[in-house]
C-alpha cells in the first residue's frame, strides 16, 4: 500500500523558514514534488525532483525554495526560506510511479505576523 505522509508546516513570520517532508513506503517513486493550494485558488505545482536528479521549481519559487529528496530514505524535503504571506497555502506532497499520482494528505504552511 503506498502511503505519502507530510511533516513540517506550521505558523512561521514573514522572512522565516519551514522545511516539509514527506516520508513515502509501497512503491519506488521515479518523481517526487511538492504542490500547493491557497484557499480559493487552484493546486499548484511547487517543484519536483526525479530520481535521477533532476529539479525543476515554478518560476515564483525559484530561489526561496529548494527540494530535495533521499533515495534512501524514500523521503523528499521541501526547504523553504524567506516566506511571504502568499506562501500561505496548504502543501501537498506527489509522488508518481507507474504512471499513477499519488497524494498526501497535506500540511498547513501559514505566514503571518
Known amino acids: 500500500q503506498v502511503q505519502l505522509v507530510e511533516s513540517g508546516g506550521g505558523l512561521v513570520q514573514p522572512g522565516g523558514s519551514l522545511r516539509l517532508s514527506c516520508a513515502t513506503s509501497g512503491s519506488i517513486f521515479r518523481t517526487m514534488a511538492w504542490y500547493r493550494q491557497a484557499p480559493g485558488k487552484q493546486r499548484e505545482l511547487v517543484a519536483f525532483?526525479?530520481?535521477?536528479?533532476?529539479?525543476n521549481y515554478a518560476p515564483s519559487m525559484k530561489g526561496r525554495f529548494t527540494i530535495s529528496r533521499d533515495n534512501a530514505k524514500n523521503t523528499v524535503y521541501l526547504q523553504m526560506s524567506s516566506l511571504k504571506p502568499e506562501d500561505t497555502a496548504v502543501y501537498y506532497c506527489?509522488?508518481?510511479?507507474?504512471?499513477?499520482?499519488?497524494w498526501g494528505q497535506g500540511t498547513q504552511v501559514t505566514v503571518s505576523s
Open positions: 506527489n509522488a508518481v510511479s507507474g504512471g499513477t499520482n499519488y
Open positions: 525532483v526525479t530520481s535521477g536528479g533532476v529539479i
